[in-house]
Antibody, heavy 121, light 107 residues
Framework: EVHLVESGGGLVQPGGSLRLSCAASGFPFSAYWMTWVRQAPGKGLEWVANIKQDGSEKYYVDSVKGRFTISRDNAKNSLYLQMNNLRAEDTAVYYC??????????????WGQGTLVTVSS | EIVLTQSPGTLSLSPGERATLSCRASQSVSNNYLAWYQQKPGQAPRLLIYGASSRATGIPDRFSGSGSGTDFTLTISRLEPEDFAVYYCQPYDRSPPTFGQGTKLEI
């Protein structure tokens, strides 16, 4: 059974940093693209970033480019999101998802339970 | 960039009734690469439908998807209490990934 468990969320001041982790199990982690999706309180879903199986390709939504970095450690079956220079508008639940990546797009087959990031002074 | 419009924003129905949710795209979705997700309060989204009409693993057959091009529909034939949730559509024929704003299905 596919299992994705996020951790690392919390309260951080504007301008601060946080590193999210996602522990994967139940599938060959190194064979799949992986994605981070976020959801601001009471709002809809927003894709944040994704990463190719070997980490050689990474893509980001414009609003986080230059501030967030997605990475993975296939030996540890883990996905990460380093978030720097955080802003109030980054406040959201962050989900990791297994990404069935097509030539042009991504389908999100499995999701973790999410971790809440709150950016506030 | 594609714009997705889900309607209605909120749908109020009772258990046993039929629900019809719409997703309209501003551009044609290639290969019917359109997915639907269900999100219950406090839970992560769950993939329901992919390829516009294929049910994901474990999804009951009361859920069905249809449509092509720019107009897609999610139908729940007979609502169960656990079906009251928010539903999102997402085309996966393009990047960056985008989601519709969601339809809230409430009792």
């Amino acid at each position: 059974e596919v299992h994705l468990v996020e951790s690392g969320g919390g309260l951080v001041q504007p301008g601060g940093s946080l590193r999210l982790s996602c522990a994967a199990s139940g599938f060959p982690f190194s064979a799949y693209w992986m994605t981070w999706v976020r959801q601001a309180p009471g709002k809809g879903l927003e894709w944040v970033a994704n990463i190719k199986q070997d980490g050689s390709e990474k893509y980001y939504v414009d609003s986080v480019k230059g501030r967030f970095t997605i990475s993975r450690d296939n030996a540890k079956n883990s996905l990460y999101l380093q978030m720097n220079n955080l802003r109030a508008e980054d406040t959201a639940v962050y989900y990791c998802a297994r990404d069935l990546h097509y030539t042009s797009g991504s389908l999100f087959q499995h999701w973790g339970q999410g971790t809440l990031v709150t950016v506030s002074s | 960039e594609i714009v997705l419009t889900q309607s209605p924003g909120t749908l109020s129905l009772s258990p046993g009734e039929r629900a019809t949710l719409s997703c309209r795209a501003s551009q044609s979705v290639s290969n019917n690469y359109l997915a639907w997700y269900q999100q219950k309060p406090g839970q992560a989204p769950r993939l329901l439908i992919y390829g516009a009409s294929s049910r994901a693993t474990g999804i009951p057959d009361r859920f069905s998807g249809s449509g092509s091009g720019t107009d897609f529909t999610l139908t729940i034939s007979r609502l169960e209490p656990e079906d009251f949730a928010v539903y999102y559509c997402q085309p996966y024929d393009r990047s960056p990934p985008t989601f519709g704003q969601g339809t809230k299905l409430e009792i």
